[in-house]
């Protein structure tokens, strides 16, 4: 066993969370699952998954987060659509108030400044730690360009985790 146990968040360096980051969105962006039809020998279906995350430490001010790209295919320059259909979030320690994020989408054009239509809203509630958000169906593009903008701060300084989630 480790001398040094990772429990939360908490336990890393802001370097070390840009790290695990970057490892967790290389396994888990646009992945492929194939599974029989109907169970009987029936035809294989693909479906590809989107799950664009947002992780860090609630800042003490409200305002825009860091933006995430809607990926292409593997080759770089097949566009693909992924319909989203729940959000996920998450405090590491409850608060006596509310946490939110607005998730925003965006299309680009040419090298324009963002402007965005809300996806969702998700908020954790006071003394609460997670909420997830179902029945979205919001279709984003590869190349379209997806916003946490922080709208209330009730956990400052502790851990978040945000998901969008989508399939093909």
Do not use: C
């Amino acid at each position: 066993m480790a001398a040094n146990p990772i429990d939360s968040l908490q336990d890393f360096t802001a370097r070390g969370k840009g790290e695990l980051k970057a490892w967790i969105e290389t396994w888990m962006v646009s992945r492929k699952e194939v599974g029989s039809g109907s169970g009987g020998g029936g035809t294989t279906t693909a479906v590809r998954k989107l799950v664009a995350t947002w992780s860090g430490i609630v800042p003490s001010v409200l305002g825009n987060g860091s933006v995430w790209r809607v990926p292409f295919d593997a080759d770089g320059t097949t566009s693909m659509a992924f319909t989203l259909g729940s959000a996920f979030g998450r405090i590491e320690t409850s608060a006596t108030a509310a946490t939110s994020w607005r998730l925003e989408r965006m299309s680009p054009g040419a090298d324009s400044a963002y402007a965005p239509t809300t996806i969702t809203t998700v908020t954790v509630a006071a003394s609460h730690f997670q909420t997830q958000v179902t029945g979205l169906s919001v279709v984003v593009n590869s190349g379209d360009l997806l916003r946490l903008v922080f709208t209330a701060v009730g956990s400052e300084g502790n851990g978040y985790h945000v998901e969008l989630i989508g399939t093909q």
